[in-house]
């Protein structure tokens, strides 16, 4: 749906006053028609790239009006070609003395109004050529180049334009450059979903649900074919298989790439498009030239993206690599900032890398006694999971059980794939992977827990019984440092910290670790039930509300639980390490 | 909807993977994380910038690692705090030893995850600082801007920050100077509509139809007060009033401003909401400064915006106007083009502005004549519109008569506006609506030949008969010329050629202008019904599928209708001239 509008029949009018008033650093109005000019007016002697079209593509085609690229636009109605008065008296406007080219996409409408106005500004003396990009392979045949339609490959061929311009090129040379450039630009897209005109309730087309449509036009023109939703690999593999079959005879394997979205289809969709083209290209051994990934030529609020080859010869990567500065497209190096030398970086920093850190043998034994555990953990947090969902549900929103389960199995998960590490990095893994995954305060501070207790242990000395309770120590004062909950609070510190100070004590009368650890829960546990009992209002850390007089922090209840699993876990360990 | 994924668990590191490989000229990957540094790794002796958060407002956060802004960034999984081992290892990973600043919005989650990295990054000796960004007004009273959400002035708060570190400001330096940005940093939003998880088939959140939401959070937080929807002007009063009630007292009236899209809303919506905005600051006496309109913080495909204004003295101005290059947000001029001069215009150009131009009394005179000449054909369109509509039905799409009621509605009151205008420019004007409003071919080629004629008559010299007749001619030759049509293709020139003919005899008989007007008209008109006994297939315009035989051609037909109107309404006038 398009929402921002005041009244749709001044809606191109409306973008062009937004226009103006927004980017004056790049473009002037030109007074009395519907475009734009370069900011400064036209060069003595510069060839003049005037591009245009319909409303509705931005940032085509204002946001490519500046220095490298256009020197004019000119804007119709929404999906509708400006009239060929309003393409001549942008054109005079932008002229510099040196020609002028008239580029826009192969549209019927388009392409009678630029010659309309091209006719006019010839008897006017004004030397004037005309390109059109003809870039989509989905409108017509590989033996109907003239025939097909200009979609994303319009950004291409007008910034090489741009910049044979702005680098001195006579017209014929511009002229020349741009038909090369369409010669060598193919694009193929998909849509997923119409978009809606200003004003409009309903789109002006649709895709079925559960549909994409391949080649569907950027003004909802029909597509060539359907098929049922597929995931972004294989979209990638339809779109880059047809786009190679017209490689051109000639090219060398050096090609410029457009990953564009088309309104509503974001750049994390788009980058993750663009990953698997770039991985079928260079399987298709060629070389990709600063790729761009983003919303070049839009079409409102439509859901789809497309693909953009240009096959490069040096000219043409030159000129595709050459600086620019408009609204939206930019490139080139900015000056102005001291220089700063690279750090020499050591790659044996084992702070950086889990996994890949240097590790003794004693430290691996001891991994595995902790992969055992947090899969006795992972049990005990599945075999709870309604329970403590039940529980938080009554002050919470339900979901500790869920969260708990999801953070430990992935946590095991990430512990199991770091087969060769040491216990330091085995805890951090398996920290980092429950920060990520669980979701809620007790999600992230129980990966922090973990984390700091596998920092804290390392992937070399052996795991004593001190140690460990160190470890442990050092977990709870983090958890209590960042979360700025104290014990009493009925949070997961309410089971934690007894836990901790009954495992030092046991450790100091040298009991075994899993008599110490057992003894330790066993507190835990006791613990956790007497949150039950606290008085609402003590605590810090939760607003009033959320808290339920008489029923037991479920945070401190699966603490409890899974330093249990953990107890009868290292019972039943064989290592003598831990 | 979100339609481009694979596995949706993996969206997070698909992601990643594609940004990667689009734009290693910016940002390398840290191994190991979820995150980037920029390309070429930290430098020396800089402070280094670590912006982060979770996934799905691209293009925070890779899209801003570069020079003169982040030195490196950590993605969570959408809408997911990375956790803190992610933050540790990135920031590691961009440490240059001259400490970094951990930026990130007000979420509970990353300040969590964030101030745990931090602990880290200090206990290994890494001076290390947090700044997190508290705009969002929305979220919390004046009182309590510590307690806001972070959204789009988020972007603002790192730009000052990452110009600050390029710059060669210390840490303490760094640091002051964000916290000044983020002080003098609001936003106020709007949410039209949801956004979809990758992989899921509801929207995480709706909006209900014809409402908006003012205040809505980037994950679908409740907003403050729901509106139905307004016009853009309106909502811009909305937003723009609620930000300057905020305005503090130390502000001398220089404002950055952004204008952000949410994902789905479009630049060319954003832009007509950027007018309103940019009217109402200035209406306050405010200095706009370098504003951006654009997505810069997106909630994947979410309908909404939010405005950003950002106070400025001279330190803030400074470092929002630096130099910036990063896959997303570019500044600074290119250099590598020869320079060209600009042109010195003469502004008194007579073919640049219609209705500017110098006019005589006598083309004064007969484009009074030519507004009635129009309003008359306006006229004898609306009263055949279903007829011509039925009439284009039976080989086309039934659209003839409404494009030609909107085209001479259109061009009837551009007439009309320029009232002080020659007879030339009015035409131009006419023709020029005519086209921009029309649609559909025959829509254009009427724009081209109102305006041809008005080109050929001019501003200045009496309308004689012989100069009406060689307009006409023009006119009539331009349109075949750019039509690509023939006499005898079923198209108005089946009308328009025999009544130019007949035209030209009669004044070459002295006939008075309104008789041989009408005498011609009469001509138009046989000539149009006898297209309905043209043999389809000599013509070029049209493929034979789209033809009929047996009907006339509606386009020849209404030729014939305006001309004999445009005959009676001569005959009525009272000017001599015409």
Known sequence: MTFLYDDPERF????????????????????????????????????????GGGSGHYPSYAGIVGRGLADGCV??????????????RVARAADGGAGIVLAFGNYAGDRLNFAAARERLIAGGVDT???????????????EKDKRRGIAGTATVYKIGGAAADSGYDLDAVERVMAAANDATYSYGVAFGGCTLPGRKEPLFTVTDGQMEFGLGIHGEPGVRSAPWMPAA???????????????????????????GLGATKYEELLVLYGHVDRLLHEAGLTLVLPEVGELVTSLDMAGCSVSLTWL???????????????SLRRG??????????????????????????????????????????????????????RLGRMDAVAGDGDHG?????????????????????????????????????????????GILLTTVGVSLGDTEAVTP?????????????????????????????????????LESAVAERRPVAQAWAQAADEAVRAAAATANLVAGIGRARPLAERSLGTPDPGAVSMGIVLTAAADALKASDTCNI
């Open 333 to 386: 190096a900015p000056s102005g900032f001291p220089s700063f030398e690279p750090v020499a970086r050591a790659d044996t920093d084992d702070h950086l890398e889990v996994g890949e850190a240097a590790s003794t043998e004693v430290s691996r034994q001891a991994a595995t006694t902790a992969r055992q555990v947090l899969a006795a953990m992972t049990d005990a947090v599945i075999e709870n999971e309604e």
């Open 466 to 502: 001190e140690r460990l309770a160190t470890a442990l120590r050092d977990g709870a004062e983090t958890v209590q440092r960042i979360g700025k909950a104290q014990v009493g609070d009925k949070t997961l510190l309410d089971a934690l910290f007894p836990f901790v100070a009954s």
């Open 402 to 446: 869920t969260g708990m389960v999801r953070g430990m199995k992935a946590a095991l998960s990430a512990a199991q794939r770091a087969e060769h590490s040491g216990i330091g990095s085995v805890l951090r893994a398996a920290g980092d992977a429950f920060g990520d995954r669980a979701g809620g305060t007790s999600g992230i501070l129980w």
């Open 12 to 51: 191109k009018d409306d973008v062009i006053d937004g226009f103006a008033a927004a980017y004056a650093r790049y473009a002037s109005r030109v007074p009395g028609a519907s475009g734009f000019v370069r900011n400064g007016g036209p060069r003595q002697g510069k060839v003049s790239l005037v591009v």
């Open 234 to 260: 294989d979209l990638a593999t339809a779109l880059v298989s047809s786009l190679l079959e017209e490689r051109p005879a000639s090219a060398d394997g050096r090609v410029a790439v457009i990953v564009n």
């Open 129 to 143: 050529r005309i390109v059109y990009v003809t870039d989509d392979i989905a409108s017509a045949g590989p033996g």
């Open 313 to 327: 010869d040096d000219e043409l990567e030159a000129l595709w690599a050459a600086p620019v500065d408009t609204a």
């Open 75 to 88: 804007l119709g109605d929404v999906f509708t070609s400006p009239s060929a008065e309003q393409v001549y």
